[in-house]
């Protein structure tokens, strides 16, 4: 003899209206997910379009070879920020900010010197290039190859960095 529960689902799943609310279900439930990445798509394509496109990235990096060879009006900065960016004078300003010699503009509103703005009190910092404008204050000093001890403020610096947190 068979069990009774086989015979009963395969029954019920004969029924068309049974079929067009399994139909239905699966329909709305596909529907609303697609609508859910749009939103996120829309969002995330109208941050990329916030951000000012005045000055091109720089993709070629060109070097000077030898001692001193860089002139002094000349900037090296953290390069990878897409809003950021932080200049080896000290100064964070916005990519928009940043002059063709490489250095932020010192007289734009949104250049800071030594910024600390994202650094917790132990030296780690959610964002790089305030970990770089904050450690390149003369009263701070930078640990050799920092690990990653915090993972939302990953960027460390100083001598006691905190502990690892455990897996």
């Known amino acids: 003899m068979r069990s009774l529960a086989p015979m009963i689902w395969r029954r019920i799943l004969r029924k068309r209206w049974v079929l067009g609310l399994l139909f239905g279900l699966s329909l709305i439930y596909f529907l609303g997910n697609t609508f859910k990445q749009e939103e996120r798509t829309v969002r995330d394509r109208t941050l990329l379009q916030a951000q000012d496109h005045v000055q ?6 060109r070097f ?6 860089r002139p002094s009006n ?7 920020g897409k809003r950021l960016i932080t200049d080896d004078l000290g100064y964070i300003c ?5 002059l063709a010699n490489g250095c932020c503009n010192t007289n734009a509103a949104s250049s800071k010197l030594y910024s600390c703005e994202s650094c917790l ?10 970990c770089v404008s904050c450690c ?22 100083g001598e006691n960095p905190p502990e690892l947190l455990p897996l």
């Open 94 to 98: 916005e990519r928009k900010e940043l």
């Open 56 to 61: 091109p990235i720089m993709w070629r990096v």
């Open 121 to 130: 009190p132990n030296g780690c910092c959610s964002i790089y290039e305030y």
């Open 64 to 69: 000077n070879l030898g001692n001193s060879s």
């Open 74 to 80: 000349q900037c090296r900065n953290s390069v990878q």
């Open 136 to 157: 390149l204050q003369p009263n701070k000093s930078v640990q050799h190859e920092n690990t990653y001890r915090n993972p939302m403020a990953k960027y460390c610096y």
